[in-house]
């Protein structure tokens, strides 16, 4: 397991096995879960520990050519590291809609559907999920807003330079 210190690996493990106490019976002062790995995802996984930099190199290269798009636009924002204190894999890249502009996260995402595209809708937060209706709600709700006016765009890290350019094209058409 990789881990940042002795104490962080002993927690994880603990959640991870369900919150069990350390007890003869099942004893459980925490809510756990059971997120052990099998032997079979734990090979696959190492497996992928071999290619990870590349992978990270390949979806950084990805969040570079939507920063590329996404500067020649007036109405999009692309969600980016803050500053250089930080270093993201960008494993997903977002954009986000400006308020009142003629360009919506549906048309975006109906366009790249028309050519074989795969494009998402963020996750609904938790707090606009019917399941939680009756449940109140304490914050700001940036989450709503993030929601209603994000899209996951493509960020696989085996995306073709054909894909790419036809995303460039459909990005840079959907604000015409």
């Known amino acids: 397991m990789i881990s940042r210190s002795q104490s962080d690996k002993e927690r994880t493990l603990f959640l991870a096995t369900q919150a069990k106490d350390n007890k003869e019976y ?3 002062s925490e809510v756990g879960y059971n997120y052990r790995m099998n032997n079979i995802s734990a090979g696959i996984g190492r497996g992928q520990m071999e290619v990870l930099e590349n992978r990270i190199e390949k979806r950084r290269e990805n969040h570079d050519f939507y920063q590329n798009i996404i500067d020649k636009m007036e109405n ?5 590291e803050p500053d250089n204190d930080f270093y993201s894999n960008y494993w997903l890249n977002v954009i986000i809609i400006k308020k009142n502009s003629q360009i919506t996260k549906e048309k975006i995402k109906e366009t790249f559907n028309q050519n ?5 809708y963020l996750w609904k937060p938790m707090h606009l999920q019917p399941l939680y209706n009756d449940c109140q709600f304490f914050g700001d709700n940036i989450s709503g807003v993030i929601f209603d006016s994000g ?12 894909c ?3 995303i ?6 959907c604000e015409v």
């Open 26 to 28: 099942y004893s459980h």
């Open 76 to 80: 999009v924002n692309l969600f980016s």
């Open 151 to 162: 899209l996951c765009l493509p960020s696989g890290s085996n995306l073709t330079d054909n």
């Open 164 to 166: 790419k350019e036809k």
């Open 168 to 173: 460039a094209e459909i990005l840079i058409n």
């Open 116 to 120: 074989s595209i795969e494009a998402r």
